[in-house]
């Protein structure tokens, strides 16, 4: 019992002391103090510390110390006189660990404060203080041996109405954090924080919760342990894991997962349109010396989906991406956004023209270098669905190359390369060349909503090169071939009509015979493409009972048609009806129509003879040996003469013949 009162009454003892040191300290002008606090804030960090309000202390065993009106000197780089402005600070400080030397800080209030962090030109850090700044890059790890930091015991950080802006001084960026209320709590010196946000992120509503290490782990001795969970732009993000250093974090080891319903919501963080699709993301996240790599990547967006692993190396002169990765299902459509739907009418082009003269902005390009190994089952581009494709993708200092690129397109197979270069100045250079073998008109007349008006299949290759600033300005330069060859096939007959002659009509229906298609023995097409004008003198297209050919131009740069089709039959009796027509106008809306005056005067010679011209046509353009195509071969002259064609003269049948196809 004695023990026990002794007890008591030394603890009302002490309580008391302390009682009356609290009313002493509450009854003086702490005000007094300011040039002294400026003084030592000067001393320690080389900035000046400004108290343009009041100094308050409430009395009690917990003492609460009010602070109005602070304003901290920025460094001499800053774009703004002070780093810190804030209207009010506040603080709890437990009494009775003061007695035995040690700092307990029970709750720590900010009001309205104002953070400007910032860089200069060389990446210096206005956080970095006179005292113990020195030449070392900001991103600097700390030594791994760190001496442990001496803080006090936080036990409570509030913050209301704050602003938060880091501003990069090498690239002239800044972005703003909103803290519409902040706050921190741990029960113990080493105990975990538990932290609650709301705010929002460069005018995106953000709130967070979770734990955080305690404070006394900062100093970096250990790994600091992250578990919290993020809700952002619609979106739930969960990341947990451990920081080295995490007041300048130098690695880091991570699992992180995100998953909503809208992409497009972040739209306004990432300063660009983003497509309205759901998306998911998967991975494990390891950060060591300025790179960050993901491991066991699992991506979907919309009906797409990504798996492999990619890696982000901020070290060089520019990033560098690295990825190798897979897809089963992948639409470009899921990462193109769509248009936005404002209710106003869609302004039409401008001269009913096909191709954009807006400027492409391919600056980001040069901005970021990278290799990206892409593997997809199937990848649909427009209405073209792309089977077992791979390609590998590499960009460094502005030029883009597609190599090698395959893949398996309508039943066919498709390889080639691009190469695209954007220079410092100057208009960007593209080279296109594509090898397609075997492609399946009817699978691939799906993706124009064709079905099978066309049937068989075909080669195409395109080798193409130009420059220019703008998609119309490009069209307008290219230089280079384009070829189709395509055997023996089918067409709808009611299709022909749309060719607008009265031969081709009557030929569908005849050669038909009680068949709604009719058969095709080839079509060949070839262009040669010079200052974005292409042009043909041997397009060929063969049935039973006609053959048509074709010549002309198509203006790329102006957009225009100028192609005269030549049909002729390969029966005496439906001579009268062969009509050349013209196919003119624009590529966006080309216009058919009968040419009289070629009509005239291709009768006139054609009926000099009773035995059909053309008929010397047939074994060039419907004999086939299987292997060579007939349109080809006449087109290119290597077909024999038939033995029953007749001498001919230089303006007769010969030269009829040369000028419906022309030998190469």
């Known amino acids: 019992m004695r023990l026990r009162r002794i007890l008591t009454l030394a603890t009302v003892a002490v309580a008391a002391i302390v009682a009356g040191a609290a009313v002493f300290v509450a009854r003086m002008d702490l005000n007094q103090y300011k040039p002294l606090i400026a003084e030592k804030a000067q001393a320690a960090t080389g900035r000046k510390l400004q108290i343009s309000g009041d100094i308050h202390l409430v009395a009690s065993l917990v003492p609460s110390l009010a602070v109005d009106g602070i304003r901290f000197e920025n460094a001499k780089f800053g774009t703004r006189p002070e780093m810190v402005k804030a209207k009010r ?17 029970r709750r720590l209030s900010l009001v309205a404060p104002d953070i400007l962090l910032e860089t200069d030109d060389k990446g210096h ?3 970095q203080f006179a005292a113990t700044q020195t030449s070392a890059a900001p991103t600097a790890a700390p030594a791994a041996a760190a001496t442990p930091l001496d803080l006090p015991y936080l036990a409570e950080l509030v913050i209301e109405d704050g602003l938060i802006t880091y501003r990069d001084g090498v690239t002239g960026r800044s972005r703003k954090l909103e803290v519409g209320h902040l706050a921190a709590r741990s029960t113990g010196r080493d105990d975990p924080l538990s932290i609650a946000f709301d ?6 509503p953000v709130t967070v919760d979770g734990k955080l290490g305690a404070l006394s782990g900062l100093d970096g001795a250990r790994p600091f342990p992250v578990d919290l969970s993020v809700s952002a732009a619609g979106a739930d993000v969960a990341l947990s894991g451990t920081v080295l250093h995490p007041l300048a974090p130098s690695a880091a080891d991570l699992a992180l997962n995100i998953s909503g319903k809208d992409l497009s919501g972040w739209a306004s963080f990432a300063k660009a349109a983003l497509p309205a699709r759901p998306y998911s993301l998967a991975a494990k996240l390891a950060f060591r010396n300025r790179r960050f790599d993901l491991a066991d990547l699992q991506a979907k967006l919309g009906v797409s989906d990504l798996t492999g692993t990619a890696s982000l190396d901020l070290n ?20 193109i956004p769509e248009p936005e739907a404002d209710g106003r009418p869609v302004k039409p082009r401008g001269n009913d023209r096909l191709f954009s003269a807006d400027p492409l902005d391919l600056s980001a390009l040069r901005q970021v270098d990278g290799n990206v190994a892409l593997n997809a089952a199937s990848l649909m581009v427009g209405g073209f669905d792309l089977r077992d494709m791979a390609v590998v993708l590499s960009l460094d200092d502005g030029r883009l190359l597609a190599q090698p690129f395959a893949a398996r397109l309508a039943d066919g197979m498709l390889t080639g390369q691009s190469d695209l270069r954007v220079p410092a100045n100057g208009p960007a250079n593209l080279a296109l060349n594509l090898q397609a073998e075997k492609l399946d ?4 007349g799906g993706a124009f909503n064709a079905g099978d008006i ?3 299949q075909g080669d195409l290759l395109v080798d193409l090169k130009g420059q220019g600033g703008s998609v119309r300005a490009l069209m307008a330069s290219l230089n280079g071939r384009a070829n189709w060859v395509m055997g023996k096939g089918r067409v709808k007959s009611g299709y022909v009509d749309l060719l607008g002659a009265d031969l081709l009509r009557f030929a569908a229906s005849a050669g038909s015979h009680g068949s709604d298609a009719t058969a095709v023995n080839c079509l060949v097409a070839r262009f040669d493409v010079e200052k974005g004008i292409a042009t043909s003198k041997g397009i060929l297209f063969d049935t039973d009972r006609m053959t048509v050919k074709g010549e002309g131009t198509v203006n790329l740069g102006n957009e225009r048609l100028a192609l005269l089709f030549t049909p002729r039959p390969k029966e005496t009796s439906l001579i009268n009806l062969a009509m050349p027509w013209r196919v003119e106008g624009s590529l966006q809306s080309p216009a058919v129509s009968v040419d009289q005056g070629a009509l005239a005067e291709r009768a006139a010679g054609a009926l000099l003879s009773a035995v059909n011209p053309l008929a010397l046509l047939v074994p060039m353009v419907t004999a086939s040996n299987g292997e060579q195509n007939p349109c080809l071969a006449a087109l290119q002259g290597g077909a024999p003469k038939p033995a029953a064609a007749g001498p001919a003269s230089e303006g007769g049948v010969r030269g009829f ?5 022309p030998r190469r």
């Open 125 to 127: 850090g206005n956080w």
């Open 89 to 105: 600070l506040e603080a709890q400080v437990a009494l009775l660990p003061l007695l035995r030397g040690r700092v307990e800080i």
């Open 199 to 204: 705010g929002a992120y460069e005018g995106m």
């Open 657 to 661: 013949l040369d000028s419906l196809i």
């Open 454 to 456: 066309l049937t068989g």
């Open 316 to 335: 060089g002169a520019r990033p560098r991406i690295a990825a190798t990765l897979s897809a089963q299902h992948f639409d470009m459509a899921d990462v």
């Open 441 to 444: 008109l009817k699978a691939l």
